[in-house]
């Protein structure tokens, strides 16, 4: 079992920026990817950025340039920084561990005001 404790997140002016962390606890393996996906309101969940152990990204085409996803594999933890934000990306931001199974953590509210 994996667990999964997220935070940063907030309410912030349009062009602002908030810096998501999840931190991951239990059992854990070397090989795992860690990742964001966000859900809007009356809309899916959708895949923001993700990344492998060995430090392989991916990113979804409307936060390229914006959004740097990293991870200290020592702690365990990914980080989202989020710059430029706009209201658009107003969403519960969920933290996402593949690791023999897919681990959610509780989402955390991103709020951007115009």
């Known amino acids: 079992q994996v667990q999964l404790v997220e935070s940063g997140g907030g309410l912030v002016q349009a062009g602002g920026s908030l810096r998501l962390s999840c931190t991951a606890s239990g059992s854990i393996f070397s090989n795992n990817v860690m990742g964001w996906y966000r859900q809007a309101p009356g809309k899916q969940r959708e895949l923001v950025a993700d990344i492998s152990n060995g430090g392989a990204t991916t990113y979804v085409e409307s936060v390229k340039g914006r959004f740097t996803i990293s991870r200290d594999n020592a702690k365990n933890t990914v980080y989202l920084q989020m710059n430029s934000l706009k209201p658009e990306d107003t969403a519960v931001y969920y933290c996402?561990?593949?690791?023999?199974?897919?681990?959610w953590g509780q989402g955390t509210q991103v709020t951007v005001s115009s």
């Open positions: 996402n561990f593949v690791q023999f199974g897919s681990y």
